[in-house]
């Protein structure tokens, strides 16, 4: 099983209810012991981005960490990290570092 998860372009109240059980089958690869650390998501593709969205992807964060496991995200597009920042999460949530600046 990967474990990154590539978002995808749209997400927004009419995608979060077919996501949100293919997010928990991929939640359940991080219940093993040998399982990474850290989660890797992979936000480039995501091109519309709502509340609901943003509420996912918190939910997906809350739920790792219940695991002992952090979210890392490889990429976003500037979409979500305007988003998140708009919604006031830190930018170092849906960015990393070097990414930052784009929102």
Known sequence: MTHTLSLPAELTIYTVGELRPQWLSWLAGFA???????????????????????????A???????AQRSLQFLSVSPV?????????????MAAPDDQAGEA
Do not use: H, K
């Open 32 to 58: 093993d012991d040998d399982a990474p650390a850290d989660a890797s998501v992979d936000g480039s593709a995501v091109d519309q981005i709502d509340a609901a969205g943003v509420q996912l992807l918190m």
């Open 60 to 66: 997906l964060s809350r739920s790792l960490a219940a």
């Open 80 to 92: 979500l990290a305007t988003a998140c920042s708009a919604l006031g999460l830190p930018v170092s």
